[in-house]
């Protein structure tokens, strides 16, 4: 079955405990991207990747870092978490073989900075 | 690149037509709109995109006037399950940055 895969869906840290999540597609879709979706403002770009080892800045890359070492793999890093980025994350792909702007998502993960 | 503006919600009634237009007057030559569908604590899922005029699949229409400043995706005869949040995007093909507005949440009465 195609899809986007996040690990962990839930997740709940403390300031400044460096964390990890994983977003991995089985698609081979050369486009990988990160959003962050809090009430009121819909989803907003955090990175996103053309290819590997291509990656460039969304609208908020701000406290976020990502690595794009395989097709497949597009993990999201926060190096030190802050309360401010509690939120629901999304990852998305998209390939050639898609209709441009088709974008797969995974189904998110909720992260709250305590 | 553009920004959308949507109505922030709506209401309907099961079988009726449901039109929600999206403006987006800073559209570029190369940009296309798609449209998505999310539901409660799931990741969007795409609807219909299109360049201009009309597009249609089996689960909706998307209407694309001549200056493309706006669009309106057309949900025929909506049921329960309809009831979502829907997003515009408007996203170009020199790159894959993409924004998406607040969305339009859709809700649906007996």
């Known amino acids: 079955e195609a899809q986007v895969t996040q690990n962990p869906r839930y997740l709940i840290t403390v300031t400044g405990k460096k964390l990890t999540v994983t977003c991995s597609q089985n698609m081979n879709h050369e486009y990988m991207s990160w959003y962050r979706q809090d009430p009121g403002l819909g989803l907003r770009q955090i990175y996103y990747s053309m290819n590997v080892e291509v990656t460039d800045k969304g609208d908020v890359p701000e406290g976020y870092k990502v690595s794009r070492k395989e097709k497949r793999n597009f993990p999201l890093i926060l190096e030190s978490p802050s309360p401010n980025q509690t939120s629901l994350y999304f990852c998305?792909?998209?390939?050639?073989?898609?209709?441009?702007?088709?974008?797969?998502f995974g189904e998110g993960s909720r992260l709250t900075v305590l | 690149l553009a920004k959308t503006t949507q109505p922030i919600s709506m209401d309907s009634y099961e079988g009726q037509e449901v039109n929600i237009t999206c403006s987006h007057n800073n559209i570029a030559t190369n940009d296309y709109i798609t449209w998505y569908q999310q539901f409660p604590s799931q990741g969007p899922r795409f609807i219909i995109q299109g360049y201009k005029t009309k597009v249609t699949n089996e689960v909706a229409s998307l209407f694309i006037p001549a200056d493309r400043k706006s669009s309106t995706l057309s949900l025929p005869r909506v049921s329960l399950s309809d009831t979502a949040v829907y997003y515009c995007l408007v996203a170009n093909t020199g790159g894959f940055k993409t924004i998406f507005g607040a969305g339009t949440r859709l809700f649906v009465k007996a």
């Open positions: 998305a792909s998209s390939g050639t073989s898609s209709s441009f702007g088709e974008l797969f």
